[in-house]
């Protein structure tokens, strides 16, 4: 039973460009969420997406916008990438129920210069 | 809006017992959990308290008081693999899963 998969799992981008990260959630999970995390600091929650649509948002510019497809997988896209930008992106599933872990992949690692 | 504070280091000796406290402020809670993250990999949920108490799994235990918003992990007979960054995250009164993380606290096992 796979797990959470995300890819690439390292990025490296230009100031000013676009990016494109993708997620696919832990079987029988529907609901996906995308978290940012810098180094040495905790993952902060950017959005979550339910039903192909953005069910919650956190504290994150317009920059950043996503997709969630019928087979449940996720995108993130990061527009006008700043140097700040540079983090590792989480993506997690879970069943939406309001007791169940949040199941995280990998992460992508991505770097702008 | 929610705040979570957790020590930022700790150090303790193989074989011993630490607890890596958690406190938290915020405007709803349905339930707190810890999750373990070595450096570069995924965190790993290891607890869920949602009613005040303990909750034990093996070598590690999680203690919950909701009228301080305060919260333990308790991690037993410490191994060097036990290194790794601790995050304390609360989930809201949103009716979601989205989860609030604190900044985590990094174990650092010695022989």
């Known amino acids: 039973d796979a797990g959470v998969t995300q890819s690439p799992t390292h990025l490296i981008k230009t100031r000013g460009q676009q990016v494109t990260l993708r997620c696919s959630p832990k079987?029988?999970?529907?609901?996906v969420s995308w978290y940012q995390q810098a180094l040495g600091q905790g993952p902060q929650f950017i959005f979550q997406y339910y039903e192909e649509e953005e069910r919650q948002r956190g504290n994150f510019p317009d920059r950043f916008s996503g997709h969630q497809f019928p087979n449940y997988s996720s995108e993130l896209n990061v527009n006008a990438l700043l140097l700040g930008d540079s983090a590792l992106y989480l993506c997690a599933s879970s069943t939406g129920n309001r007791h169940s872990p949040l199941h995280f992949g990998n992460g992508t690692r991505l770097t702008v210069t | 809006g929610q705040n979570i504070d957790q020590p930022t280091e700790m150090t303790a000796t193989e074989g011993a017992i630490v607890q890596i406290n958690c406190t938290y402020q915020?405007?709803?809670?349905?339930?707190l959990f810890w999750y373990q993250q070595h450096a570069g990999e995924a965190p790993t949920f290891l607890s869920y308290?949602?009613?005040?108490g303990l909750e034990e799994k093996g070598r590690f235990s999680s203690f919950l008081s909701r009228s301080k918003g305060y919260s333990y992990l308790l991690l037993k007979e410490l191994q060097m693999k036990d290194s790794a960054s601790y995050l304390c995250a609360v989930r809201g009164n949103s009716g979601y899963s989205t989860l609030t993380f604190g900044k985590g606290t990094m174990l650092l096992v010695s022989p």
């Open positions: 308290n949602v009613l005040d």
């Open positions: 079987s029988g999970h529907d609901t």
């Open positions: 915020t405007s709803g809670f349905n339930g």
